[in-house]
């Protein structure tokens, strides 16, 4: 987006990217609803969104079964 202002700097799999910070109204994961979520843009070349550990603090419990991520509340 051209309206980003890039202030921050993260390092990645693929080196040091240019953040943005932004406000998500809200996340949806299954019947969980999070609302102003703060986070993270950057200019890297990724397909799809991480789930930062940001965010994934706001779960008690995280686990990886299966070859899926199971998140409780």
């Known amino acids: 987006r051209n309206d980003l202002i890039y202030s921050g ?3 990645t799999a693929n080196g040091e990217v240019r953040t943005a910070r932004v406000k998500l109204n809200s996340v949806e994961l299954g ?3 999070d609302h102003d979520v703060t ?3 950057n200019e890297g ?3 799809q969104s991480l789930l930062g550990m940001a ?3 706001r779960w008690s419990r995280i686990e990886i ?5 199971i998140l409780t509340r």
Do not use: I, K, P, Q
Not at 65 to 69: E, G, I, P, V, Y
């Open 55 to 57: 965010y994934l603090r």
């Open 9 to 11: 700097r993260a390092m």
């Open 39 to 41: 986070a993270w843009v």
């Open 31 to 33: 019947d969980v609803v």
């Open 45 to 47: 070349e990724m397909d």
């Open 65 to 69: 079964s299966d070859s899926a991520l």
